[in-house]
């Protein structure tokens, strides 16, 4: 079985201060972890994922994650937030021997305020 | 490259109605998925299509049916619409559906009101 938690539903940050929106799984095997972002009123997009390799993954906006195998967690960080990156964060899991259907967390909402 | 379009944006149903909700892609893709947003619930997975030909069922397929009808296709149908169906649909693709190849691109979704 696989599972995924955001521990957050919110998460406020001033602009210019780092930010960090947890997320933990639970796989059998090895996982596959993903972060989307979505805007209001858009459909997801991609940020960035970790399929093997470094446990450092960087992505787009200039977001990064670091998978943690020892407290199976895929932490999203980004050194200095943009009021523009006001938006729900979504981590998704699969279990790299298991079905192809991945799952995906509740979403935490990211506010940075001016 | 338009990616994942799909129609109609917005739809009102009475209990009942049928519909379907339809999605393309242009980016020669093999998998597609349908899901479904509801608040605190994140995205479940209806149905999805791993590769043309195929359908599977994801974790809530129960008053859906899906048809791939070609690899830039995968529509959606509500036989009968339940004022459970109310929510966001979502269609999404991806290259493969394992591997470094799963990456899914999201279509910018189609809201479903059922009275």
């Known amino acids: 079985a696989q599972s995924v938690a955001q521990p957050e539903d919110q998460v406020n940050v001033a602009e210019g201060n780092p930010l960090t929106v947890k997320c933990t799984y639970s796989?059998?095997?090895?996982?596959?972890l993903f972060w989307y972002v979505q805007y209001p009123n858009r459909g997801l997009q991609f940020l960035l994922k970790?399929?093997?390799?470094?446990?450092l993954v960087k992505g787009s906006y200039g977001f990064e994650a670091e998978f943690n195998k020892s407290q199976t967690s895929f932490h999203l960080k980004k050194p200095s937030a943009l009021v523009s990156d006001s938006a729900l964060y979504f981590c998704?899991?699969?279990?790299?021997?298991?079905?192809?259907?991945?799952?995906f967390g509740r979403g935490t909402s990211l506010i940075v305020h001016p | 490259n338009a990616g994942v379009t799909q129609t109609p944006k917005f739809q009102v149903l009475k209990t009942g109605q049928s519909m379907t909700l339809q999605c393309a892609q242009d980016?020669?893709?093999?998998?597609m998925y349908w899901y479904r947003q509801d608040p605190g619930m994140g995205l479940r997975l209806i149905y999805y299509?791993?590769?043309?030909?195929?359908?599977d069922k994801g974790e809530v397929p129960n008053g859906y049916n899906v048809s791939r009808l070609n690899k830039r296709e995968f529509s959606l149908r509500l036989e009968s619409a339940a004022p459970s169906q109310t929510s966001v649909y979502f269609c999404?693709?991806?290259?493969?559906?394992?591997?470094?190849?799963?990456?899914?691109?999201f279509g910018p979704g189609t809201r479903l009101l059922v009275l």
């Open positions: 999404a693709s991806s290259v493969s559906p394992s591997g470094t190849q799963e990456t899914q691109y």
């Open positions: 796989v059998s095997g090895n996982p596959y």
């Open positions: 970790y399929i093997t390799g470094d446990n």
């Open positions: 998704a899991v699969r279990d790299m021997g298991g079905s192809y259907i991945p799952t």
């Open positions: 980016m020669n893709h093999n998998s």
């Open positions: 299509s791993a590769s043309e030909g195929t359908t």
